[in-house]
């Protein structure tokens, strides 16, 4: 009896230790808050992002953006832009509060993987929080998971203000001109919060200020 506890015991202690933590220790996997950037005022960078979509009756959207806030995601948008990465890509989210955009399975002609949201092949971008608040207009970046580091190529805009977004996705700029083309897209046909129809984005293009 004492032999079969015993190997039970250990048995158990070793599927835990190849189930868990590499190293055995959860601590050594655990990551810091990010950083809040406090009382840094947004300074729209010399170049802007702009937004064209291929229905006509959805307009332009011009954002500009804030590279002394999240230097690394304000490079990435250009990156991806200068790509073509967001031409032909759907805004697959639209609710009350955002639309958001930069799903690659949204991608017109491209694959559509069911309940699996796409992203660059690029690393995840680490997150770059400040305390500028979540307001009509913000440009915010995605996470495609709960990790807080985990943000790719996906945006949202905000369509109105929202506390619990605040420290919690990072802030790289604002709609500038357009916004009432981000309600017009908010305003699209939809099923729960996915269009109805294909709200695509017709290209994505790095423009000065």
Request: glycine share 10%; aromatic share 6%.
């Given at each position: 009896?004492?032999?079969i506890?015993?190997?039970?015991?250990?048995?158990?202690?070793?599927?835990?230790?190849s189930?868990g933590?590499?190293?055995?220790?959860?601590?050594?996997?655990?990551?810091?808050?990010p950083?809040?950037?406090k009382?840094?005022?947004?300074?729209a960078?010399?170049?802007?992002?702009?937004i064209?979509?291929?229905?006509?009756?959805?307009?332009?959207?011009?954002?500009?953006?804030?590279?002394?806030?999240a230097?690394?995601?304000?490079?990435?948008?250009?990156?991806?832009?200068?790509?073509?990465?967001?031409?032909?890509?759907?805004f697959?989210?639209i609710?009350?509060t955002?639309i958001?955009?930069g799903?690659?399975?949204?991608?017109a002609g491209?694959?559509?993987?069911?309940?699996?949201?796409?992203?660059?092949?690029?690393?995840?971008?680490q997150?770059?929080?400040?305390?500028?608040?979540?307001?009509?207009?913000?440009?915010?970046?995605?996470r495609?998971?709960?990790?807080?580091?985990?943000a790719?190529?996906q945006?949202f805009?905000?369509?109105?203000?929202?506390?619990?977004?605040?420290?919690?996705?990072t802030?790289?700029?604002?709609?500038?001109e357009?916004?009432?083309?981000?309600?017009i897209?908010a305003?699209?046909?939809?099923?729960?919060?996915?269009?109805s129809?294909?709200?695509?984005?017709?290209?994505?293009?790095?423009?000065?200020r």
């Open positions: 009896m004492t032999r506890s015993l190997s039970v015991i250990l048995l158990a202690a070793i599927v835990g230790f189930c933590d590499p190293a055995g220790n959860k601590a050594a996997n655990a990551r810091p808050s950083e809040v950037k009382g840094m005022a947004p300074i960078d010399a170049e802007a992002v702009l064209e979509m291929e229905t006509p009756a959805y307009g332009t959207i011009k954002i500009e953006l804030y590279s002394n806030l230097p690394k995601h304000v490079s990435r948008i250009k990156e991806l832009a200068r790509e073509g990465y967001y031409n032909g890509i759907g697959h989210r609710n009350d955002v958001q955009a799903d690659a399975n949204t991608k491209g694959p559509q993987t069911q309940g699996k949201e796409g992203d660059s092949g690029k690393p995840n971008v997150a770059e929080f400040s305390d500028v608040l979540y307001d009509t207009g913000i440009l915010g970046a995605a495609l998971g709960n990790d807080v580091n985990s790719n190529a945006f805009i905000m369509l109105k203000r929202e506390k619990s977004f605040d420290n919690s996705y802030v790289y700029g604002k709609v500038v357009g916004m009432n083309n981000v309600r897209i305003g699209a046909p939809k099923q729960g919060e996915r269009p129809e294909p709200v695509r984005i017709k290209s994505v293009s790095i423009v000065p």
